[in-house]
Every structure is written in C-alpha cells, then in structure tokens.
C-alpha cells in the first residue's frame, strides 16, 4: 500500500507542469508587445503574478531603472482558472503556454495610440542571450535587456483615450489618427491614474490654485512673485513633450486643450535649462527626466513645477514633492471621493484583427486583470473605476469618472456613480 501511494505522488508530479522560471534563451511559445504609458510599468509585475504560475515567471529591465522598456516571461495558469475577483477565468488557447509579455514605455502614451493602428514597427526591448543575469530573484528584475529591435506592438496602453492625440499633444511629425485608423482599435478603459503637481521642496507653499497652475503652463506667470507675493525668482517648469498623456491630461484638465477651441496652447521651450536664470520650460521625454530636472532646480537654489503621475513617489534623497491644487490634496481618497479630479482614465487598445487569436486572448485577459480592484488596491496612484466597483475595495475604487461604458472621455467632467 504504501509503495501504491507514493508511485501514485510520484505520477501526480510528473505530470504537473514544473514551476522553473524561463532564461531569455528559452523559446516563448508565444511573445505579445505592449507599448505606451509609463503607468503600465507599475503594475506589469502585478498583472503577470495573477496570470502566470508562480516561480516560472523572470522580470527584464532595459537596465537598471527600467524606465524605457520592461517584460515579463512565464508560464499561463491552466485553462479555466479563476483570476482576481472580476471573474476572469484564462482561456483554452494561453492556457499553460509560456507567454513573453514585452512592455516599452519610452516615448510616452502616443506609442500606444498611433503605431498600434498603424502597425508601425517601434523599438521594442531584445530579449535573448545577450541580456545579463542580475542576480536577484522575482519580483525584481532578474535580468538586463540592452538590446533592441523594431517590432510591431500588438497593444498600447494610454494615460489618455486616443482621440486626445491631437493638435498640440502630437509628437513632431505625428498626425492624428483618422476616422479609419480609429475604427480598427478597440479601446477599453483599464485602470484610473491620478496626477499630480509636483514642486520642488524648497516651494514654501502647501497648495496652488488651478488658475496659477494655468498661468504657469501658458507663460502667463514667469515669476514665483506672481503667484505669491512673499516668493521671488524665475519659474522653471519641468514638462513633458508632447506625445505623452501626463502631458495630455495636464493640456485638458489645466488649458481645455483639445476638448474645445477655445482651449489655451501650452507654452513653448523657452529659456536656458542649464542656469534656470530666466523662466524656463523643460520638455523631458519621461518623468524620471521631469522628477531629475527638478532636483537638479533645487541644487541650483530654484524653485520650480512638474508634471507627475503619483504611481511616482519621492525617494529620501529627491529634493521635489506634490502640492495640493485649491486646497485639494493629490490623494487616492480625495480622488475616489471626486474632490481632486485631476485624474484620467487609462485606456488600452489593439487591433480588432487580432480578436480570437491567441494573442488577443493574452491582451484580453491582461486588460481585465488590469482593471481588477484587486490588484490596483496595492499599488500607489492609480484606482479601479466605477464599472469595477467591488464593496472590499470601495477605498481604492473611483466614484466618479469621466467616461461612460463606450470608453473614457478625458473633456468630460466628472460624474459620480456611486
């Protein structure tokens, strides 16, 4: 009997699938290219530990921040498996297959948008055997990627919904999508991202207004005199560059632009960024470049404001911090309550040719594990919305938002649900 029993385990091990982490020269049976808003970043890990089998699944860094490119690789739970607490259930054909899931964040929310409808090959992240062993054990990256290659993204992901992609939010050389392009993209919303006003915190202030923060954008104000009458010296504003959906969130939360027409432009590059001796715009291509520029403002005895998203929080040895706007602090509370509405809705989207394929599958199934209340509720600065409302997460979960079933709408005020 007792050698019955153990020839009975020793089968039941030979056929569960073993929990090994994949090497970057292991063959994927399947590689799905995500490109797009930096806010994905945050939660890549998250999304990857409630899909996959736990100990097979390898994180890569671009290096070792991370910031432009990222990717999981690990095998799929089995077939029919319920997931967080949406329901969701992984389908037959993801099934215990070993899925790479790349994601590029570099260039911001546009290269979500348009080189996904336009099945433009962008730099993706090489992962193979020339990336590096770190060292270190999940959820840490356990490997560097340095190497890219042109790929086509099967999804994007944006702070904002693609039609904000528009006039002054578009990348130099960019156009807006047409009526064609954006007929081919299915467009959900995933997750709420609160922003924020950053400040460097030599800024003797607790809040702003919405109207001074205007100002600044626009170039009305060039001087902290202007804001407050007991400050002095040139404002440097640390921006991001058009193409991102910090950016595009700020343009219509701050300026109306582009939801009407008479929204105000943002102000252009003006200044010398090396002496800040004059009101100065910074346009960074990420916000590690905005939050670097304004420490870089306080070493140099300036004061200055930025444009980040609060998934980012202040390391002890950053020298900038958030400010409340109107009195309003940039809290989760205050943003799922609807008192602080500088928030967005960020969508993903991909082609409805890849619907019913194994691929879509993946991003369907990423998207709504995405979406799950579960997960946003461990993770800094971003909400479930209102349409995945779920009683145990209610302090995590928006109450308002600015869309509707159809998808987000970035122009519209918001409207409190519950």
């Keep these: ?42 939660t890549l890990v998250q999304i990857s530990e409630q899909m996959m089998v736990a100990g097979t699944i390898d ?18 739970k089995p077939t029919g ?50 990336c590096t062993s770190t060292g270190n054990a999940f959820p840490s990256a356990s490997y560097y990627c340095a190497g890219t290659e042109l790929k086509i993204s099967d999804a994007g992901v944006s702070d904002v919904e693609p039609g904000m992609f528009r006039g002054d939010n578009l990348p130099a050389g960019e156009t807006a999508l047409s009526a064609a392009e954006s007929a081919i993209l299915d467009v959900a919303s995933q997750n709420g991202v609160v922003m924020g006003i950053a400040v460097t915190s030599n800024l003797p202030l607790t809040s702003l207004s919405k109207a001074a923060i205007q100002s600044i954008m626009t170039g009305t104000y060039t001087d902290w005199s202007q804001v407050d009458a007991g400050l002095s010296g040139p404002i440097t504003l640390e921006t991001r560059a058009a193409g991102s959906g910090t950016k595009a969130a700020a343009n219509a939360f701050f300026l109306n632009n582009p939801c009407s027409s008479a929204g105000l432009p943002p102000f252009g590059t003006q200044g010398d960024p090396v002496n800040f001796s004059t009101y100065t715009v910074v346009e960074n291509g990420s916000t590690g470049g905005v939050k670097a520029g304004l420490n870089s403002v306080f070493g140099k005895g300036m004061m200055g404001l930025g444009l980040v998203s609060l998934e980012n929080t202040p390391a002890v040895t950053d020298n900038w911090k958030f400010i409340a706007i109107d009195g309003v602090a940039p809290t989760i ?86």
Excluded at 21 to 31: E, G, K, R
Excluded at 60 to 76: E, Q
Excluded at 89 to 118: E, M, N
Excluded at 366 to 384: E, M
Aim: proline share 5%.
């Design 1 to 42: 009997m007792k050698l019955n029993k153990i020839a009975l385990a020793l089968a039941a091990l030979m056929a569960a699938p073993a929990a090994f982490a994949h090497s970057p020269t292991t063959i994927p049976d399947l590689v799905v290219r995500i490109s797009g808003a930096s806010a994905q970043q945050g």
């Design 333 to 418: 509370a205050n943003a799922v309550n609807g008192d602080y509405q500088f928030f967005v809705e960020q969508s993903m989207q991909w082609r409805t040719s890849t619907n019913g394929t194994a691929v879509g599958d993946v991003l369907n199934t990423f998207r709504t594990v995405s979406s799950d209340p579960l997960i946003l509720s461990a993770l800094p600065g971003v909400a479930a919305t209102p349409f995945n409302y779920d009683a145990a997460y209610a302090a995590t979960t928006l109450k308002g938002t600015r869309a509707a079933i159809s998808g987000p709408n970035s122009c519209q005020p918001v409207q409190l649900y519950y």
């Design 59 to 76: 994180v890569f860094y671009n290096d070792a921040a991370g910031k432009n490119h990222r990717a999981v690789f690990g095998t799929v």
């Design 81 to 130: 498996t319920a997931i967080g607490v949406l329901g969701t259930t992984i389908p037959a054909s993801i099934g215990g297959k070993k899925v790479l899931i790349t994601d590029r964040a570099a260039g911001g929310s546009f290269y979500g948008v348009g080189p996904v409808a336009r099945a433009q090959a962008i730099d993706a992240m090489k992962v193979d055997g020339s």
